[in-house]
């Protein structure tokens, strides 16, 4: 398994964003790519952080596949520290296995997937 997180991100929020995003990367593809998932073998997600009322999406499709938007809280995204910009995304990413799992019980070892996001939060 393996993980890409993508963004649609406001401009001032961008850096800590990207950096908040290779550190999480960093730490759990390492970790997951030993999990084998059923319906994919990599989890996309797509980080909204926007100053507007951007909708969250979550679309299922046997053509493309998964298409996970989720959103961080811009505010509280800002004016967080780089400690808790990172447990912002790890948290964007247990809801992504959240949805993942309703829609596909069955699509990955989600104990496993869990215990990586766990010890990411404590490493954030």
């Known amino acids: 398994m393996k993980l ?12 800590a964003y990207r950096l908040a995003l290779l550190s999480v990367e960093d730490f759990i593809n390492p970790r997951i790519t030993h999990i084998e998932a059923n319906e994919a073998n990599e989890l996309d997600v797509i980080a909204i952080i926007r100053d507007d009322d951007f909708k969250e ?8 596949g998964m298409d996970l938007r989720l959103i961080i809280p811009y ?9 808790q910009q990172k447990e912002l995304v790890v948290a964007m990413l247990e809801r992504s296995i959240d949805i993942v799992t309703e829609k596909f019980p069955k699509a990955l070892d989600v104990r496993l997937v869990r215990q990586v996001l766990a010890e990411a939060r404590s490493h954030a």
């Open 75 to 83: 505010k509280e995204f800002l004016s967080a520290n780089s400690h």
């Open 4 to 15: 890409w997180i993508g963004g649609e991100v406001d401009s001032d929020v961008f850096e």
């Open 57 to 64: 999406r979550i679309r299922f499709s046997k053509k493309n």
